[in-house]
């Protein structure tokens, strides 16, 4: 079965302190590797795909990596805005579903 | 170009009663999923359908819960005899399906059964 663990849960940074979130994934053939921004109340913005390992992505003052067991979204210099619940979802060859994570909660503080 | 639209946002509905959600994908998008997010549980995936057709619905629950994308007008997901643990915010996501795999996601409607 296809599972997807993020860590830490929760997350609190000041503003301008970088971190990582990690995603660590088992899936029966990588189709692609999803990352979201969720803020309350709301649906989920999507970030970046991931195909393969070495893959990176960058936005503003996020970067996606991508290894064959996990992926880290790395957030430079975050600032009070970036504070969110980021997911991460794998999809599988042959299949449409994304299969999520249950999410970081970062918060920044000003 | 406006993204994916539900309606209604919050819905309540008392128990025994039925649910009716609505999607409508972004502009020229063909496929549309259905996710469930329970609280303090991560998004789980529910149905994949295109025009007329129910591709996947291996994450739907067997009884009370059925969907459709007829060919005309939004896709419809439909829980019938609704319980307390029906409560949820149900998401709908669109994709291009033009090589890129990403799934763009609507604000969701949120089932409050009481």
């Known amino acids: 079965e296809d599972q997807v663990t993020q860590s830490p849960e929760a997350l609190r940074l000041q503003e301008g302190e970088s971190s990582s979130l990690n995603c660590s994934y088992t899936v029966s053939g990588l189709r692609g590797l999803f990352w979201y921004r969720q803020d309350p109340g709301k649906g989920p913005e999507f970030l970046f795909t991931l195909y393969s390992a070495g893959e990176e992505k960058e936005k503003e003052r996020l970067k996606a990596t991508l290894t064959k067991k996990e992926s880290f979204l790395h957030i430079t210099a975050p600032k009070p805005e970036d504070s969110a619940t980021y997911l991460c979802?794998?999809?599988?060859?042959?299949?449409?579903?994304?299969?999520f994570g249950k999410g970081t909660k970062l918060t920044v503080n000003p | 170009n406006a993204g994916v639209m539900q309606n209604p946002r919050h819905l309540v509905r008392r128990r025994g009663q039925e649910a009716r959600l609505r999607c409508s994908p972004m502009?020229?998008?063909?496929?549309v999923y259905w996710y469930r997010q329970l609280p303090e549980e991560g998004l789980k995936f529910m149905v994949y359908?295109?025009?007329?057709?129910?591709?996947?619905e291996s994450g739907m629950p067997k009884e009370r819960f059925s969907a459709e994308f007829p060919k005309e007008g939004p896709s419809i997901l439909r829980i019938q005899q609704v319980v307390r643990g029906d409560s949820a915010a149900y998401f709908c996501?669109?994709?291009?399906?033009?090589?890129?795999?990403?799934?763009?996601f609507g604000p969701g409607t949120r089932l409050t059964v009481t």
């Open positions: 502009k020229g998008h063909s496929h």
């Open positions: 979802a794998v999809q599988a060859a042959g299949s449409e579903k994304l299969v």
């Open positions: 359908l295109q025009k007329e057709n129910i591709i996947d």
């Open positions: 996501a669109s994709s291009p399906h033009d090589g890129a795999w990403e799934q763009y």
